[in-house]
T-cell receptor, first 111, second 113 residues
C-alpha cells in the first residue's frame, strides 16, 4: 500500500524561523493532505492539494506538490510556539477511496 | 457547529474482553472513518462508513468491526481484546465519501491490561 513518508522525523527551530517538512509517496494519487496533531489529541486538517495543483497557500502555510517526484512540502513561515505539534501528510489512491498517513514530523518551536 | 465527539475518552480493559467506542460526526456529515494510532505503527485506517454501509476497510482482523446508524453516528467494536490493541482510536467525519477533508474527534485512549 502507498504511504507518505515525512522528512525529517523531528525538527527544532526558534520562534520566527520558517519550518519546512517534506513528504514522499509511492504511487499515483488523487490528492495529498496535511494534518496537524497536538500532543495525543485529534488531528486538524490544514490543507488539501489536488494532483493537478502545484502550490497552495493558507495563511502562513504553503504547500507544494511535485507529482513527477512524488513529493510534497509544507512550509510554515514565521513559526510560533503554538505551531509545536506533529505534522502528517496523507495521500489517497487515485480512486480517492481512503487516506493513508505517514509517520509524521514532530516540530518543536521554542521561544 | 459542534465538532466530532467521541465517547468515552479513556478506557481500560482486560485481555479477552470486548469494547465499544462511539463517535458522533459533525451535523450533516454522512461519512465516518475510524483510525488506530500507535507509536509503532502510526495512524492506520480501520474502516469507513457512509450512509450506514461500510465502504472501505483497512487491513485489520475481523475482531474489529463497526456500524453506522441512520443519524450517521457510528460505533466501533473490538472483540477479544489483545495487549496490542492498546492505542488511540480516532474517528473522523467528512461530507463526502472517500479520501477528502476529514474532521477528527479527540480520540478514545484504550489501554488493554
Amino acid at each position: 500500500s502507498q504511504q507518505g513518508e515525512e522528512d525529517p522525523q523531528a525538527l527544532s527551530i526558534q520562534e520566527g524561523e520558517n519550518a519546512t517538512m517534506n513528504c514522499s509517496y509511492k504511487t499515483s494519487i488523487n490528492n495529498l493532505q496535511w494534518y496537524r496533531q497536538n500532543s495525543g489529541r485529534g488531528l486538524v486538517h490544514l490543507i488539501l492539494i489536488r494532483s493537478n495543483e502545484r502550490e497552495k497557500h493558507s495563511g502562513r502555510l504553503r504547500v507544494t506538490l511535485d507529482t513527477s517526484k512524488k513529493s510534497s512540502s509544507l512550509l510554515i513561515t514565521a513559526s510560533r510556539a503554538a505551531d509545536t505539534a506533529s505534522y502528517f501528510c496523507a495521500t489517497s489512491d487515485q480512486a480517492g477511496t481512503a487516506l493513508i498517513f505517514g509517520k509524521g514530523t514532530t516540530l518543536s518551536v521554542s521561544s | 457547529k459542534a465538532g466530532v465527539t467521541q465517547t468515552p475518552r479513556y478506557l481500560i480493559k482486560t485481555r479477552g474482553q470486548q469494547v465499544t467506542l462511539s463517535c458522533s460526526p459533525i451535523s450533516g456529515h454522512r461519512s465516518v472513518s475510524w483510525y488506530q494510532q500507535t507509536p509503532g505503527q502510526g495512524l492506520q485506517f480501520l474502516f469507513e462508513y457512509f450512509s450506514e454501509t461500510q465502504r472501505n476497510k483497512g487491513n485489520f482482523p475481523g475482531r474489529f468491526s463497526g456500524r453506522q446508524f441512520s443519524n450517521s453516528r457510528s460505533e466501533m467494536n473490538v472483540s477479544t481484546l489483545e495487549l496490542g490493541d492498546s492505542a488511540l482510536y480516532l474517528c473522523a467525519s467528512s461530507l463526502k465519501q472517500g479520501a477528502y477533508e476529514q474532521y477528527f474527534g479527540p480520540g478514545t485512549r484504550l489501554t488493554v491490561t
